[in-house]
T-cell receptor, first 113, second 114 residues
Framework: EADIYQTPRYLVIGTGKKITLECSQTMGHDKMYWYQQDPGMELHLIHYSYGVNSTEKGDLSSESTVSRIRTEHFPLTLESARPSHTSQYLC????????????FGPGTRLTVT | QKEVEQNSGPLSVPEGAIASLNCTYSDRGSQSFFWYRQYSGKSPELIMSIYSNGDKEDGRFTAQLNKASQYVSLLIRDSQPSDSATYLC??????????????FGKGTLLTVNP
């Protein structure tokens, strides 16, 4: 099982602010993912990375951006938050070749007022 | 479009009963299958993975895979109220070994009544 950390766990912020949601893992996993999930709704993949300097957009279009400068760190940034960005953001990671299991962090619940 | 379908639910069972959760997937070449449990307001927790046809048991949980029928299920024996959660089926689609994304179903809400 992976140790995946997300900060902050809860964030209430005003419209127009710049936000960075942090995600880090200590297992050296090369594959990392960001999902967005509204309460009671399905998971949507918004970004993923298969290694350092590799990032791709997911299945759901998102105004957020990501970076992967270090293996253990995969932050998500919103340049100008809007109420429509209110959601839960979940980070996940998966191990190297031969390891198929994907584990989730605890999530960040974002509210934009 | 590659899809994962789950029985829509909600599913309600009495305490001590067997809960059966079902999932079908569209990509015949899929190789890896997972069940996650998600409590309300929490993140998904991996509870079972299965890669070969047949049954895989872990405590009160049994995952069943039938690749020919493109069907995977999760049985929960001796259901407890603490099992009440949404169960997500996830499939790693594609046979090429280069797809590392999971496709998730919409989830089935299970309620175990005391």
């Amino acid at each position: 099982e992976a140790d995946i950390y997300q900060t902050p766990r809860y964030l209430v912020i005003g419209t127009g602010k710049k936000i960075t949601l942090e995600c880090s893992q200590t297992m050296g996993h090369d594959k990392m993912y960001w999902y967005q999930q509204d309460p009671g709704m399905e998971l949507h993949l918004i970004h993923y990375s298969y290694g350092v300097n590799s990032t791709e957009k997911g299945d759901l279009s998102s105004e957020s951006t990501v970076s992967r400068i270090r293996t253990e760190h995969f932050p998500l940034t919103l340049e100008s938050a809007r109420p429509s960005h209110t959601s839960q953001y979940l980070c996940a990671s998966r191990g190297a070749r031969g390891s198929r299991e994907q584990y989730f962090g605890p999530g960040t619940r974002l509210t934009v007022t | 479009q590659k899809e994962v379908e789950q029985n829509s639910g909600p599913l309600s069972v009495p305490e001590g009963a067997i809960a059966s959760l079902n999932c079908t997937y569209s990509d015949r070449g899929s190789q890896s299958f997972f069940w996650y449990r998600q409590y309300s307001g929490k993140s998904p927790e991996l509870i079972m993975s299965i890669y070969s046809n047949g049954d895989k048991e872990d405590g009160r949980f049994t995952a069943q895979l039938n690749k020919a029928s493109q069907y995977v299920s999760l049985l929960i024996r001796d259901s407890q109220p603490s099992d009440s959660a949404t169960y997500l089926c996830a499939v790693n689609m594609g046979s090429g070994g280069s797809n590392y994304k999971l496709t998730f179903g919409k989830g089935t809400l299970l309620t175990v009544n005391p």
